[in-house]
């Protein structure tokens, strides 16, 4: 295994590190310990500039250049709906400068931000943060990096966990684990060197950029138990630099004798205004990081504001810490008024919290300190020394024992995961890590997980809270033996809202054979037994297979939110539509038997290893549907005209003229290959242009008919099976003899009925089930 790192993919920065016998943190190209969540896209410039993504420092600096291309923050947008709160909160109040939109190709939630008229998921643009990381960890170490603990937040749902792993693997990076980031702070602290038996309750106090995490988390012999979280999504420094810079206006307002400085700043010409907002931003997020150290700090932008007069407006503003202080004070009271409600939110009193942990960068402000200090008394706060880095600490930390060969902390070889004690020096390795390793974490389940039944009705397959990983089967029964659909829906249930993960279908048999009427009663197929299983890493697999014939069998990972969903969905649609439609029997065999090709090829949209989506394959199911859709709507029974002409072929073929046998061969064969690859058009020109070659053999026609009333009857109506049976035996005999008149007196007397038993038959109602049931 080649090197290992932490990664902690913060909402406002990233910072990666890795353990040898020390915890480094690893520095980024341009030398710094925090590589800004930042992504921006530099266009074309000149004959020879190349458009390209810029990451990091480089973006944050462009931010004032082109605001409208730089992506802030994406970790609020991971793994969301569109319609999310989070999502339309960021939209409505214009947190953001960038353009964010519902993806257009994914399934119908799901969102992209744009950047040059382009649109790109939230995987895509923290990929390219992971991309820098890797890059710059790789030009550093000087070898290149594979693998990576990297942090997620308590609260990521599964969804977000997805979109995290899936940004990972597009940055080429292979993830031991996802780390829930107050778990990283604890191990960073080393309190989960524990002795054996011995418990310890830590409450994590992450205040970042633009979030503010608090977790309680008991340790107990290496495994951590969540207990509780809260905080604010939207909350963090960055409300602490809006406190400043409102202070700020109305400093320089009263300085001034202005009455509305926004509006001057509104007034610049708009690359004016973008360079001053940056600068005022980045000076405010100076002065503040000062105040954490010093007693007082300025914020001062000379030369770049005018008034309405046309002359100048410098910014100049003092900032004491006591008076930041009491401006900061209603935030900090929110600070403890949430860290409060999270301990009586589990029963908790502050007594029985023996360490808190204070992480994130605004975690650094003395006040802040003081307040939770005053809460659960000073020797229980442990403050890093640097509070941005210790999350990505932690994942160094647990990267290194995922290791499968990690440095012997007695005397630095490389020893294996699994060795007891090192070769070399005689270490004692199994001890060392269980004092000071992490030997388990326990994730759970953040929600209860649901299959729908038929009747609308959800069968719980998981409850919350649940440690993973986990696994569990069940067996449904199918709505009818005819079935040759099951559709398993699973869905979340977050706050009483049902929340879609996913779908699983399983195709039964091969659509030709299905045009027969099912005699063998070997294939019965009545149950259908699903394993329904949640890894460690929050991802879902689902198998399902029938009970009475395990070959058949469709497996995949839950995409959530890729463009298989998308099409899931338009299937499930059509196959409503065309049940409430009534259409004839052969336009439904035939659409049901489209929609098995269609559920299988979407089964192949999303590569099971890589989580990518094929777009040959998603071209093809849409095709697909479209030629469905189509055909459906001219009622087209385009399945059964080739099951019939190739039973009439088979049949009576061999008293057809070679020639005429060669055409209807050749017609068939063209409707098949329009069939697999043409457009709804092109294929019932095609079954056309086969009727029309077919009529002409009207007689022989008729003695195929004949035949298929008897294999039909069989099943339909037994009672008249074997009177069909006998005529057609008699039939084909005389026509074998050339008796052309028996012939035709057999077929006059039988052919009435026939007729009218075959015009039945395809008036009959076909449902198209895909339901299961308890
Ligand atoms: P995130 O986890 O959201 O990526 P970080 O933990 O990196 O965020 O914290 C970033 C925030 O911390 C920024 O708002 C930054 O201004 C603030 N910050 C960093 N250092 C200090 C400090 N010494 N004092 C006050 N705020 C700080
Ligand atoms: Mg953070």
Avoid at 193 to 219: H, K, M, P, Y
Wanted: net charge negative.
């Amino acid at each position: 295994m080649t090197k290992a790192i932490g990664i902690d993919l913060g909402t406002t920065n990233s910072v990666v590190g890795i353990k040898k016998l020390e915890t480094d943190i690893i520095r980024n190209a341009e030398g710094d310990d925090l590589t800004p969540s930042v992504v921006g896209f530099q266009k074309k410039k000149g004959l020879f500039g190349s458009s390209q993504f810029i990451v990091g420092r480089p973006a944050l600096d462009w931010m004032r250049q082109d605001p409208e291309n730089t992506i802030v923050s994406v970790k609020r947008l991971m793994g969301r709906h569109f319609k999310d709160e989070d999502v339309q909160k960021a939209l409505k109040e214009k947190h953001y400068p960038y353009t964010i939109l519902a993806l257009s190709s994914g399934s119908l939630h799901s969102v992209a931000v744009l950047l040059d008229g382009k649109e790109y998921t939230p995987e895509q643009i923290s990929s390219k943060i992971l991309e820098k990381i890797k890059k710059d960890c790789k030009k550093e170490l000087g070898e290149a990096v594979e693998y990576a603990v990297v942090t997620v937040p308590a609260y990521f749902n599964d969804k977000q966990k997805h979109a995290t792993r899936i940004a990972a693997a597009q940055a080429g990076l292979k993830v031991q684990r996802l780390l829930p980031e107050p778990t990283a702070a604890a191990i960073s602290f080393g309190v989960d060197t524990l002795a054996e038996g011995e418990a310890n309750t830590i409450l994590v106090f992450d205040l970042g950029g633009g979030t503010f995490d608090i977790s309680i988390l008991t340790i107990v012999d290496g495994r951590f138990i969540e207990q509780g979280k809260g905080g604010d999504m939207w909350m963090g420094g960055d409300d602490i630099d809006v406190i400043i810079r409102d202070y700020v206006y109305r400093q320089t307002e009263l300085e001034n004798e202005i009455d509305d400085l926004s509006g001057l700043i509104e007034q610049l010409p708009t690359a004016e205004k973008n360079r001053f907002t940056a600068d005022l931003k980045n000076k405010v997020e100076t002065a503040k990081v000062r105040l954490s150290a010093q007693d007082s700090a300025f914020v001062e932008i000379l030369g770049l504001l005018k008034d309405e007069d046309g002359d100048i407006v410098d910014i100049e503003v003092e900032l004491s810490r006591t008076c930041f202080e009491a401006l900061l004070e209603p935030f900090v009271d929110k600070c403890v008024e949430l860290t409060r409600k999270i301990v009586e939110s589990i029963d908790f009193e502050p007594d029985l919290i023996d360490k808190v942990i204070m992480v994130g960068g605004s975690s650094g402000i003395p006040i802040i300190v003081r307040r939770i200090e005053e809460i659960f008394g000073r020797d229980k706060i442990l403050v890093h020394p640097r509070p941005m880095l210790a999350i990505a600490e932690g994942a160094a930390i647990l990267a290194h024992r995922l290791a499968d060969y990690y440095e012997c902390p007695g005397c630095g070889q490389n020893v294996s995961k699994s060795d007891k004690s090192c070769e070399n020096c005689d270490f004692d390795l199994m001890k060392n890590l269980a004092n000071t390793g992490v030997v388990d974490i326990v994730h759970t389940t953040s929600h209860d997980y649901y299959l729908e039944l038929e009747d609308g009705s959800g069968d719980l397959l998981v409850e919350k809270n649940t440690p993973l990983p986990f696994k569990t089967q069940g067996t449904f029964k199918l709505m009818s033996n005819e079935q040759r659909l099951a559709h398993f829906k699973f869905y979340n249930r977050v706050n009483d809202d049902q929340e879609s993960i996913g779908d699983l279908w399983l195709a039964f048999d091969d659509p030709k054979e299905g045009l027969k009427p099912d005699q063998d009663s070997d294939k019965k197929r009545s149950t259908v037994q699903l394993d329904f299983e949640i890894d460690i890493n929050n991802i879902i697999h689902v198998s399902a297979g029938l009970t009475e014939q395990d070959e058949v069998r469709a497996s995949r990972t839950l995409s959530r939110g890729l463009a298989d969903e998308k099409l899931f969905l338009n299937l499930e649609h059509a196959i409503n539509e065309v049940n409430e439609a009534k259409n004839g029997f052969y336009v439904n065999i035939d659409f049901l038997h489209r929609a098995v090709g269609i559920a299988r090829t979407i089964n192949g949209v999303i590569d099971p290893d890589t989580g990518e989506e094929s777009d040959a394959a998603i071209l093809e199911a849409e095709r697909q549907q479209q030629v469905a859709r189509e055909l459906v709507e001219k009622e087209g029974a385009v399945m059964g005209e080739i099951y019939y002409a190739e039973a009439f072929i088979h049949g009576y073929g061999h008293l057809l003229e070679k020639n005429n046998q060669e055409r209807l061969q050749a017609k068939i064969q063209h409707l098949k290959d329009k069939n697999d690859r043409g457009s709804a058009t092109s294929i019932l020109a095609a079954s056309d242009a086969l009727n029309d070659e077919i009529n002409k053999h009207g007689a022989l026609l008729a003695v195929t008919d004949l035949d298929n009333a008897a294999s039909l009857a069989s099943v339909e109506n037994p009672a008249k099976a074997p009177r069909y049976e006998k005529y057609h035996r008699d039939v084909h005999e005389a026509l074998l003899k050339g008796e052309t008149e028996r012939f035709q007196r057999l077929m006059s007397e039988i052919m009435p009925e026939v007729n009218g038993f075959l015009n039945k038959q395809s008036k009959k109602e076909l449902h198209i089930s895909k339901g299961i049931q308890k």
